[in-house]
Structure formats: structure tokens, C-alpha cells
């Protein structure tokens, strides 16, 4: 490539940096009024509960906000913290915590897959071609990361926080009892390489520093695919439950020196390649294998994986602790725009790289003992027996899409959102909880909050849809006022005034200052029939930009729910969805009946 990478990448941390980048200096996120949380609370709550439970709701609350309750002291010590030196915003550690204090397996509870679009032609470039070329366009992306030169993304005039950035390369979720570490090195020098359950080192400096060519980078891969040998499977570790992990680790390491510094080299590596000898050709076998694969070349405690298959197809596994989707999406916008151009450039230079050196591809292996031989193999039926509990569906609707829906002078998304709730209610009679994740990043450190998309508005023109006698036009009003009622409640969120985030600050404060406030118990609210419904996310959803993007995905957050990621095109509308195997039938009528309600909410809206 010829370029020369710093080898150690800057720390921002002054908090008048705004991350990455210089630009002036973004809002701090208003900490929300307690009194307008709980009102909204109890209108976002009220559809999914009886009469009885919203009185008693309502009485959780007034006496949650009762001169003298824990509220106040909880909410001046939110305040009071959150406008520290150290806390950029107030909601950004809350939601890393929330990720870190989670004991669940990693994959398909909580990491998420992109499936790339390529303009490489996949029928004639080898695997170590793609991948090689996919490695050098992200180094590109990593030059302009770390050298602030990555122009500041922008919601419409807005421009949004970067900082996110700096969490995505060589960054690794380490596995602690109770609560995870999220790593993040200054690294830049190797990547690690997982093929037939191996793990090996490539070095992506030469002797001169400078990044290697992606001709030297194919010649390697090639090298690593040629390699016969089963490996240890050592990524299957990733996939146990946290604390069952953490105990591994620990084992792993007290074992020798060796097993310190190659765990050290993993998890300081840059990203992960996963050069799979799956070929995937369905859109539901490409989903299944980015979503969790067969295990053992993955890892998914790296917070950034790319998963290259033998037939050239590609995607990206990532854990979420320090990244969200609007930010991974900017470097899969990279790559697709100039992954096709990586060797012509190379071509056009006439450099053909230097001879790759002994050394630049290290075989990394562990010492195990009993115990952790009989843990790895264990890790092996537990993964089998996890993914075998969860089922994928992929809903390509071709009928129309977002240039369709303008036309009815309603939100495409706020559109589909109905779509989703009133595909539920034909399936369960009602409509449970729904979660759409909507980004903060206008503010500094933002990250995302949850916008609880069912409404009394929503279940008024749901009311309408059923009924056969209802007026075409009264349909149409309805619809139109849901989707109004949806942006009004997004609007909300993206400006820092939802109640999930809030209310998880509140825990959170509870948590980490209880002795100090003379707590002794999590205030009642939270245990409320209200909370609990809100906040049992039956269907869990999030959608963002498509572009260098086939299909996305992950797994659902409650046991009977379902994990739902669209895109909205031009002319189409993808979804991936996914619910535990004991519900593959209500699965199977949910992928029916969105597509039903989609075209039934269609022909109303054409009706002039």
C-alpha cells in the first residue's frame, strides 16, 4: 500500500475533545426532568397494561416522586455525577455497564452481523484475494481514523459525536466475574487470523513500517488457507456464558507464561479474519453463519470480526459493548466504495510488495490442562445446543418501499413500525412491548436510547385495520396520526428524553452509590407490572442506513421474542428476523403476516 502507519494510535482523552476529530464542541445530553420521565412512562406504559395495572402503575409512581423517596436522592446523585469532570455524558457508562454486566454467551445474544455488498466479482477472485483486499481497505479506513482526518458524520445539519470510533480497532470484551473489561489497545501492528480452528498472527507492518501490500497479504492468506491441520478451537471458549468463561481465562492464564502473551496478542490485535471454509449461498445460511457460525473460527469477544467465506461472500460479526450500528456502518460504507480498487492501485503503482519475511504469519496456540481440555469440549456442545434454540427468517419484500410510503406523506419508518405492530396483533390478539434502538450521537459521547414504539395511537389505528366496517378515510387518519405520534416519540429520544435511559441511570446510580445514599433496596417502581411490561421487549428492532449492506442482524433479547433488523430501500424492504426454536411456528406466521399488513396498510393509504 506504501503508506506509512503510526504504529500507536493517539488517546483522546480531554474532555473538550469531541473524540476523533476536531470540530466545535458538541452538547452535553440534558440529564431529563424526573416528573416528565414518569409522565411519559406511564403513556408509553398504559397500552400494554389492564385498568387495574395502569392504577396501580400510577401509584407506583406518585409514590416513587413522594417528597422524602429514594427518587430525589437518586436523581441529585445522577445530576451531581453526571457533571463531573470524568463523565462526558451521563448515559454513555450506563449503557456500557449494561453490556458488560450481562452474563449471557455473547453470540446471537448480544453481537451483531452485517452482510457486506461487494463490487469485487466473487466467482472470479480467490478467498485470500477478497480478504486481502478487505484487510487493506480497512487499514485506509484506520489511517484516516487515527489520523482525525475521517470527515464528521452528520444527521441532516447535525454533526454527530465521533468518539465511538475509537472503540472499534483493536479493542476486545475480556471475560471478569460479574462484570466483563472492555479493552482497548493502541495497537496497530497485527491482526489475528482464525482457519480450521487455528489462530495465527499476520503482521501488517514491514520492515520499513509502512503497511504491506495487499499482494503480500494475499500471499500469506493463501499460506494460512493451505494449512491442513485441525487447531485447537480455541475461539469456541468465547461462546460460554461470561462468568463460566472468566473462570477459563483465568485458568488459562495461570497456566503459563506462553498462554499470557498469546492471549495478550489476541486480544491487542487490531481485528479478527475468519477465513471460513463455509460457502453459504442462501440468504438464510449466509444469516445463520454470520450470526453465530459453527464456533470454532470466531472470536467473538473481539470487538470487530470480519468473516470471509471460501465461496468470496463476507460480513462482519461485532460485539457491542463500545460501538454502535450507525458507526459501524461508515467503515462498511468504506470498504464497499473502494474494496473493488485496492490491487488496480497497486497495479497502477507497479508495486508488486516486498517477500514476505519468516515470521510474519505466527501460529498461536495454548497450554491446556485437563480441566480446560474438558472446558473447551464442553464449549462445543454448549454452542451446538445454543444455536440449535434459535431460528432465522429472512422477509425480502419486493412490493414497495420507501419511495412508495413518501407518497402517503407518513414516515417510512414510523410506516413500517405499524406494520411490525399490526402483524403482532393479528398473530396474539394484542400487542406486546416493541423496542426501536434511536441514536444520540448529537450530543457528546452519545449513544443510543430505546423509543417504545406502541401507543394508544398506534393500537387506535390497529382498532381501525380490524375492523371491516371502519371507513377507508378513518383508517387513513388513523394511520397518520400513529406515524405522527412514532416521530414525536423518536424526536424525543434522539434529544435526550427518553425514559429507558433514564430510568437504567437511575439503577445504575443505585447500584454504584447505594451505601453512600443509605439505600437499601431498588426503589418499587422497578419492579412495577408497568416496568416490567415496557420494558419486556417482545419485539426488538433497529434499522439504519443500507448502503455497502445486504442484511443485518441479531438475536432476540427476551425468550419469546423476536430479534427484527430492516432496511428500508428505495424499492424493496429486507428483514432479518430471529426467534428461540420453540417458537419457529409464531416465526413463521410473523414473517406472513408483516408481509400482509404492509400491503394492507398500502392499498389504504393509495385510496385518493
Not at 490442562?369 to 469440549?377: A, G, I, T, V
Not at 426501536?436 to 430505546?450: H, L, S, W
Not at 433479547?557 to 430501500?569: E, L
Request: aromatic share 8%; with cysteine.
Amino acid at each position: 500500500m506504501g503508506k506509512t502507519l503510526t504504529p500507536n494510535r493517539t488517546n483522546h482523552s480531554d474532555k473538550s475533545s469531541s473524540g476523533s476529530h476536531d470540530f466545535p464542541l458538541l452538547p452535553t445530553m440534558p440529564i431529563p426532568n424526573l416528573e416528565e420521565t414518569c409522565h411519559n412512562f406511564l403513556e408509553w406504559s398504559a397500552p400494554l397494561l389492564t385498568a387495574q395495572q395502569q392504577l396501580c402503575t400510577k401509584a407506583a409512581v406518585e409514590r416513587f416522586l413522594a417528597d422524602g423517596s429514594c427518587s430525589e436522592a437518586l436523581q441529585s446523585d445522577l445530576i451531581e455525577w453526571g457533571s463531573s469532570l470524568e463523565v462526558r455524558n451521563w448515559s454513555s457508562p450506563v449503557w456500557k455497564d449494561l453490556y458488560l454486566e450481562s452474563r449471557a454467551p455473547l453470540p446471537i445474544n448480544s453481537n451483531v452481523f452485517y452482510y457486506l455488498k461487494s463490487k469485487l466479482d466473487e466467482g472470479k477472485n480467490s478467498q485470500a484475494h477478497i480478504a486481502a483486499s478487505l484487510i487493506s481497505c480497512v487499514y485506509q479506513f484506520i489511517e484516516l481514523v487515527d489520523t482525525k482526518s475521517l470527515s464528521t458524520d452528520m444527521q441532516k445539519d447535525a454533526p454527530l459525536c465521533m468518539s465511538q470510533y475509537d472503540n472499534i480497532f483493536s479493542s476486545t470484551r475480556v471475560p471478569k466475574s460479574g462484570t466483563d473489561e472492555l479493552k482497548v489497545s493502541a495497537s496497530r501492528r497485527h491482526i489475528i487470523v482464525l482457519h480450521n480452528g487455528n489462530v495465527f498472527k499476520l503482521q501488517m507492518l514491514d520492515e520499513s513500517e509502512n503497511i504491506k501490500s495487499p499482494t503480500d497479504l494475499e500471499t500469506e492468506l493463501d499460506q494460512i488457507i493451505s494449512i491442513a491441520d485441525n487447531g485447537q478451537n480455541i475461539g469456541l471458549l468465547t461462546t460460554l456464558q461470561r462468568d463460566v468463561w472468566a473462570q477459563g481465562r483465568a485458568e488459562l492464564l495461570s497456566l503459563s507464561n506462553q498462554n499470557q502473551a498469546t492471549m495478550n496478542t489476541i486480544e491487542q490485535a487490531t481485528f479478527a479474519i475468519c477465513l471460513d471454509q463455509e460457502e453459504p449461498e442462501e440468504i438464510q445460511d449466509i444469516s445463520q453463519q454470520l450470526l453465530h457460525g459453527i464456533g470454532c473460527d470466531r472470536y467473538f469477544d473481539k470487538s470487530l470480526q470480519f468473516v470471509v467465506f471460501r465461496n468470496g461472500k463476507t460480513g462482519i460479526n461485532f460485539e457491542h459493548t463500545g460501538v454502535d450500528g450507525s458507526v459501524m456502518l461508515r467503515l462498511v460504507a468504506h470498504v464497499y466504495d473502494n474494496i473493488d480498487q485496492v490491487f488496480l492501485n497497486v497495479h497502477a503503482k507497479g508495486n508488486t510488495g516486498f517477500e514476505s519475511q519468516v515470521g510474519d504469519i505466527e501460529p498461536l496456540s495454548f497450554e491446556l490442562n485437563e480441566p480446560l481440555s474438558h472446558l473447551l469440549e464442553s464449549a462445543k456442545g454448549r454452542f451446538q445446543q445454543h444455536i440449535s434454540e434459535t431460528q432465522t427468517r429472512v422477509l425480502g419484500f419486493s412490493s414497495f418501499g420507501k419511495e412508495q410510503i413518501k407518497t402517503f406523506g407518513v414516515s417510512p419508518d414510523a410506516f413500517v413500525q405499524l406494520a411490525l405492530q399490526l402483524a403482532e396483533y393479528k398473530l396474539y390478539g394484542k400487542c406486546y412491548s416493541a423496542y426501536e434502538a434511536v441514536m444520540t450521537r448529537t450530543f457528546q459521547e452519545g449513544r443510543i436510547d430505546v423509543l417504545y414504539t406502541v401507543s394508544p395511537e398506534s393500537l387506535a389505528f390497529i382498532n381501525t385495520m380490524i375492523n371491516v366496517g371502519c371507513e377507508i378515510r378513518t383508517k387513513q387518519q388513523s394511520l397518520v396520526l400513529a406515524t405522527k405520534k412514532h416521530t414525536q416519540r423518536a424526536n424525543e429520544c434522539r434529544t435526550g428524553r427518553g425514559v429507558y435511559s433514564h430510568f437504567l441511570a437511575l439503577k445504575y446510580r443505585y447500584k454504584m452509590a447505594k451505601e453512600k445514599l443509605g439505600l437499601t433496596e431498588l426503589p418499587e417502581l422497578f419492579s412495577d407490572d408497568g416496568y416490567l411490561a415496557l420494558t419486556n421487549s417482545v419485539v426488538c428492532t433497529s434499522t439504519t442506513s443500507e448502503y455497502g449492506v445486504e442484511l443485518a442482524g441479531y438475536g432476540p433479547i427476551v425468550q419469546n421474542g423476536y430479534g427484527i433488523r430492516y432496511f428500508i430501500r428505495n424499492d424493496s424492504i429486507c428483514f432479518n428476523m430471529t426467534a428461540r426454536t420453540k417458537m419457529q411456528a409464531n416465526l413463521e406466521s410473523m414473517h406472513f403476516y408483516i408481509e400482509q399488513s404492509l400491503l394492507e396498510m398500502a392499498e389504504v393509504m393509495r385510496v385518493k
